[in-house]
């Protein structure tokens, strides 16, 4: 299992990786995996962990005493917030999807097709990482935007085709090329300046 | 083979001499008595020089109906407006439309009333009171210093009528400021294709520019390049570019600034350039050349019923 942990939110959430870890596989309800995993780990207080979580309200215990049954933890509101599990992803993708296109031959075309598949694609993709969310939008706007200044919106892709070719890492690849070498969307060139 | 040697020698200046004037000008600039003439668009005079600077060419060029004609119609009053201390005269070479229709736009742009709405063209008719309104504005426009030339020249009868017009004992020794509307309008010499006049024609500006104070403001067109298809849908390609004026080289070479207006919605533009710029009721002043400073775009609002346009101010339209 691959999990991606953005340093910000634990440190905005003054959380540590193993919190973050235990809250994610909690919300999963991976008890398997985390049971194996925390067994595993010496010198690990598991129970101190948690008992941190509960404090930040991220978690509430159903738990008698000192006994701890993983399925008897509920997660909190903060606690799916905190993962963007409050959130429809999918709804969140399609806002920004462009809803149709005009193809090079003057036939327009209709993009956000096929949506119950998609919705499955995508949570596969996504894995229930926000990151992994966070980075496949931003690769679209910058798609769009690109595709804009281009003239090349006739070759955007239909959502299928989209996601299954994953073609947003193209552009996330694009936009942090051009983010590394300072060009910027305010970057008209020379003369180009609007005063 | 023989060849035809002219025996006339063109004047030789020690450095010496223009040396002297550079510094007698900034010293002039420094101290007030040199002042260029302000327009009403701020932007514009920041990027020019303060505004209409003496011994300049000027080029505005732009596809029809960009404002080409509302800009220099505007220019034409709005200098005297707005320049009350400086002695200045206006020759203007209209060869697109009657000088009587150029001062009845002067009048729509003053009374804020479309050209219609004055010549009752439409629905609408004036009443007494916008009538006498009209009077008192036309009795006001008649006292501008400005001459019009309505009748079609080639470039060896519009330089006769500038020298003639510099000789008038009302006009000696003044600033002149020369307007053309528009190039392409000069007649040709017979035999001379129309870019052969374009360029006699700025080879004769630039040797009128340096005479006394001139100023010469001229009009031009556009080829039809920027209305290519492939322009249109790629907003990359959007913004004017050198070539897309026509007879360029001439005109580029010749000019001292260049401007080109572009109305994107013109077009079919809806979004303009790479940021994707506002189109509706905007015109894009691009100054593809700036001899004293660096080229930019300056956005101004369409005002064209009224004949006028406006600097664009993000927070408040002026």
């Not at chain 2, 009009?219 to 209305?227: A, K, M, P, V």
Request: proline share 3%.
């Amino acid at each position: 299992m691959i999990i991606e942990i953005d340093t910000q939110v634990l440190a905005n959430e003054k959380l540590t990786p193993t919190q973050f870890f235990i809250l994610r596989l909690l919300i999963e309800e991976n008890y398997i995996i985390l049971k194996e995993w925390y067994e595993s780990i010496d010198n690990l207080n598991i129970g101190q962990e948690l008992r941190q979580l509960i404090e930040l309200e991220f978690l509430a215990s159903l738990n008698e005493g000192e006994t701890i049954d993983f399925s008897k933890f509920v997660v909190l509101t903060k606690g799916y917030k905190l993962l963007g599990m409050d959130r429809d992803w999918f709804q969140e993708l399609i806002d920004i999807y462009p809803v149709k296109v005009i193809r090079s031959d003057g036939v327009k075309d209709y993009l956000r097709t096929d949506l119950e598949r998609c919705r499955k694609i995508y949570k596969r993709l996504t894995g229930g990482n926000i990151s992994k969310h966070e980075r496949i939008m931003n690769a679209l706007r910058f798609e769009t935007e690109a595709r804009k200044r281009d003239g090349s919106m006739a070759y955007m892709k239909r959502l299928p085709k989209w996601l299954a070719s994953e073609e947003w890492r193209v552009f996330h690849e694009r936009m942090l090329d051009e983010q590394s070498h300072g060009e910027t969307e305010e970057d008209m060139g020379y003369g180009n300046e609007l005063i | 083979m023989a060849m035809n040697l002219s025996n006339k020698i063109l004047p030789l200046r020690n450095i010496k001499d223009p040396t002297n004037e550079i510094v007698k000008y900034i010293a002039d600039r420094r101290a007030g008595i040199v002042r260029s003439l302000k327009t009403r668009w701020p932007k514009f005079n920041e990027q020019c020089m303060g505004g209409i600077e003496p011994n300049t060419i000027y080029t505005v060029a732009g596809i029809s109906g960009s404002g080409k004609s509302a800009f220099a119609n505007s220019l034409e009053t709005d200098l005297f407006d707005l320049n009350p201390e400086t002695e200045f005269v206006v020759l203007s070479f209209n060869f697109e439309m009657l000088s009587s229709r150029q001062v009845g736009r002067k009048i729509s742009y003053k009374l804020a009333k479309t050209t219609q709405q004055l010549y009752g063209s439409g629905k609408e008719k004036l009443n007494e009171a916008e009538y006498h309104a009209v009077l008192e504005e036309a009795r006001k426009i008649e006292r501008y210093p400005i001459y019009y030339v309505d009748v079609p020249g080639n470039v060896d009868e519009i330089k006769t009528t500038i020298l003639h017009f510099m000789e008038l004992p009302e006009i000696k020794g003044k600033w002149i400021v020369i307007f053309l509307d528009h190039t392409l309008l000069t007649k040709g010499r017979l035999g001379n294709s129309e870019r052969e006049t374009l360029s006699d024609l700025q080879h004769m500006f630039m040797e009128i520019k340096k005479y006394g104070s001139n100023t010469v403001i001229q009009l031009s067109q556009l080829n039809r390049e920027i209305e290519t298809t492939e322009r249109i849908v790629k907003p990359n390609l959007h913004f004017p570019i050198r070539r897309d004026i026509f007879g360029s080289e001439s005109i580029f070479q010749a000019s001292d600034y260049l401007f080109v207006l572009h109305r994107p919605e013109l077009l079919g533009i809806k979004e303009y350039g790479p940021s994707g710029w506002d189109v509706p009721n905007l015109i894009y002043m691009h100054i593809l050349k700036n001899r004293e400073g660096k080229p930019a775009i300056i956005k101004f609002k369409n005002n064209l019923k009224h004949n006028r346009i406006d600097q664009h101010d993000e927070n408040n339209s002026t």
